[in-house]
């Protein structure tokens, strides 16, 4: 059974940093997609970073330029670096994880992210 442990959450002002770390119950394969997602209140939950086999990365508009996301496979892990934090940024953030060799899906629990002076 995977499960995907969100953590580094927490409330920071405007302009500030965080970084999200999302550790896997077991080995990363080769071949994932890793995503970060965030939810704000009241929203639907909206796709905020994507990296591809520990490569190919993308990201929302909304977040292009202060948020990078990137993968750790010897240490089971995603982290997704925010700089620049806007009030918006608020919300709920989710780990994704897909095992392209099974079609599998994972989600974590979230962590909870507020900008907030």
């Known amino acids: 059974h995977v499960q995907l442990v969100e953590s580094g959450g927490g409330l920071v002002q405007p302009v500030g940093s965080l970084r999200l770390s999302c550790a896997a119950s077991?080995?990363?394969?080769?071949?994932?997609?890793m995503r970060w997602y965030r939810q704000a209140p009241g929203k639907v939950r909206e796709l905020v970073a994507t990296v591809t086999s520990g490569i190919s990365t993308n990201y929302a508009d909304a977040v292009k330029g202060r948020f990078t996301i990137s993968s750790d496979n010897a240490k089971n892990t995603v982290y997704l670096q925010m700089n620049s934090l806007k009030p918006e940024d608020t919300g709920a953030y989710y780990c994704?994880?897909?095992?392209?060799?099974?079609?599998?899906?994972?989600w974590g629990k979230g962590t909870l992210v507020t900008v907030s002076s």
């Open positions: 077991v080995t990363i394969l080769a071949i994932n997609t």
């Open positions: 994704y994880y897909r095992v392209h060799l099974y079609g599998t899906e994972y």
